[in-house]
T-cell receptor, first 111, second 118 residues
Framework: GEDVEQSLFLSVREGDSSVINCTYT??????LYWYKQEPGAGLQLLTY?????DMKQDQRLTVLLNKKDKHLSLRIADTQTGDSAIYFC???????????FGSGTRLQVQP | GAGVSQSPSNKVTEKGKDVELRCDPI?????LYWYRQRLGQGLEFLIY????????KSGLPSDRFSAERTGGSVSTLTIQRTQQEDSAVYLC????????????????FGPGTRLTVL
């Protein structure tokens, strides 16, 4: 079946860039997503990328997709303490309506 | 407008009891999804509703789990004879339509119901 993997933890200093990585196995993935989950809150969609793109930028967020290696990354520029959260990578594929999620990367931003 | 709402926010129950979790999707959204998130893990798909079509139940872990969606809006997830391994946060999401090839419809998530089975 489909599988999405992420590293569990990332710690950065405030003002640095953060890069969160994700790998997936489903070659039919059509859309890939990044969600943010803050403590006690639901998931918030940050951004998504269509599989025929290799980069998408949205303010401080840059998504890079390497479809050949099935690797997705989320770069957060000028990371702030408010960016501390768990970040989930998710994908959807042809014929599947639900998303397949990774286990999440906890980002800790140190002042 | 209002986002996806879920109730209760927290539920503590005893092993063997039945529980009902409720989801109110965003008005006008035809697709509704239930996911489960165990502690420290990602989300597992449970069930999906799209309009009047038969639901996709492929993610339900056992026949103790069932869900309904009445009138194409509110959904109830029922867990019968709860077990300790059912303890998790149950998340509901809705989207305007179901995703299809070449198109995505953003899933908006509710805050979840934290279920604890003692």
């Amino acid at each position: 079946g489909e599988d999405v993997e992420q590293s569990l933890f990332l710690s950065v200093r405030e003002g640095d860039s953060s890069v969160i990585n994700c790998t997936y196995t489903d070659s039919s993935s059509t859309y890939l997503y990044w969600y943010k989950q803050e403590p006690g809150a639901g998931l918030q969609l940050l951004t998504y990328i269509f599989s025929n793109m290799d980069m998408k930028q949205d303010q401080r967020l840059t998504v890079l997709l390497n479809k050949k290696d099935k690797h997705l990354s989320l770069r957060i520029a000028d990371t702030q303490t408010g960016d501390s959260a768990i970040y989930f990578c998710a994908e959807s594929g042809t014929g599947r309506r639900a998303l397949t999620f990774g286990s999440g990367t906890r980002l800790q931003v140190q002042p | 407008g209002a986002g996806v709402s879920q109730s209760p926010s927290n539920k503590v129950t005893e092993k063997g009891k039945d529980v009902e979790l409720r989801c109110d999707p965003i008005s006008g959204h035809t697709a509704l999804y239930w996911y489960r998130q165990r502690l420290g893990q990602g989300l597992e798909f449970l069930i999906y509703f799209q309009g009047n079509s038969a639901p996709d139940k492929s993610g339900l872990p056992s026949d103790r789990f069932s869900a309904e969606r009445t009138g194409g809006s509110v959904s109830t997830l029922t867990i019968q004879r709860t077990q300790q391994e059912d303890s998790a946060v149950y998340l509901c999401a809705s989207s305007l339509r179901a995703s299809a090839l070449g198109r995505t419809d953003t899933q908006y998530f509710g805050p979840g119901t934290r279920l604890t089975v003692l």
